[in-house]
Every structure is written in structure tokens, then in C-alpha cells.
């Protein structure tokens, strides 16, 4: 007669029955989005080509001059899409922060053309000097590490804008050439 370990085997299927509690829960928090960590996903910028349009004037956003910016809110706003909302000038993107701020909604995110890292051109048309676009992914930093020349000569799509510059030598440098004023993220 073989001797029994009952008090064993109690402890192999203690073992495997809290395994398979553990991966049950593991898998139910992800279905439901918890993966036990309070912080958000990461946000990095995306490319606003292929008919993006902007979430304040609905212009496409690669058609236009100027600066371009995407804004991450925390739950999943604007919740009509997934990723950011995005603009064809950061004087709508500044109004339109300061509008979702006042109803509740977190920034998480912000990052706008980096006029620092591309190589842009100034066209004039009918005496007015525009900024060119840029869309690329990598033509974004985040925005709230940036220096802007506001006030300056040269437009975006919208008229007037800020225009962002990840280097504040550059921005200062820009605004000599073209006028205007360097503030910084908390300055617009």
C-alpha cells in the first residue's frame, strides 16, 4: 500500500487554484482597464496628416501654414476618438485648453510644432508672412517645455499665432528678425 500525502496535495491545489485566482484577476483588470498602476498610459505625439482636421475651425490641418498641437485630456477625452485633440494654430489650441480646463477636464498631455527642430520657410502672399507647417511626428515637443514669439509678423493659419520653439535662443531669435514677444507655456 502506497502512503498517502494528503497535507501535499492539499498544498498543490492551494497553489494552482491561487495561481489561477491571480491570472483570473490579473485578466479582469485588463479587460477593465486597471492594470494596478493609478498612472496613465504614456502619450507621445502623433502625425496629423491624412486629413486630420482641427477640433476647433475643422480645417485640414496639413493644407494650412503654421503651427500645429495636440492636446491628451485624462478619461479619454475628447470622447468622440482615440488620441488627442488636434489644431491648426496654437492660439486655438490655447483657448481651446482654457475652455475644457474651466468644465473639469485634465490635462495630460500637450505638444505643438517645434519650430527649433525643422526646417521651416516663410513665404509672403499679398504682404502677409506665413510660417510653414510641419505634421510629422517628429516635428512635435512637448509644449509646455517651449519658449513662443507672440505678436510677431508672421501668421498661421488662422491669422496671428504663437509660434513654439523648443530652444529660446531661437524663439528670441526669431522675434528679433520678425517682432514680437518670447513668453514661456504658463505666459500665453
Known sequence: MTGCDCAGTARSRRRVLGGIAAVAAGGLAGCL???GDDEPEPTQP????????????????????????????ADGEPADRDGPARFDSIVELATYLEERTRRGWELRAAFVTDYSSVDYDLEERNGT?????HVEASAFADATDC??????????AMGPDYVPFSREADAAAFADEHGGDVRSWDGL
Open 147 to 156: 519658449s513662443y514669439v507672440v505678436d510677431s509678423a508672421v501668421e498661421g
Open 33 to 35: 482597464g486597471d492594470d
Open 129 to 133: 508672412t506665413y510660417v510653414s507647417s
Open 46 to 73: 502623433i502625425a496629423l496628416g491624412d486629413g486630420a482636421t482641427c477640433d476647433v475651425c475643422g480645417m485640414v490641418i496639413e493644407e494650412h501654414f503654421g503651427p500645429a498641437g495636440q492636446l491628451y485630456f
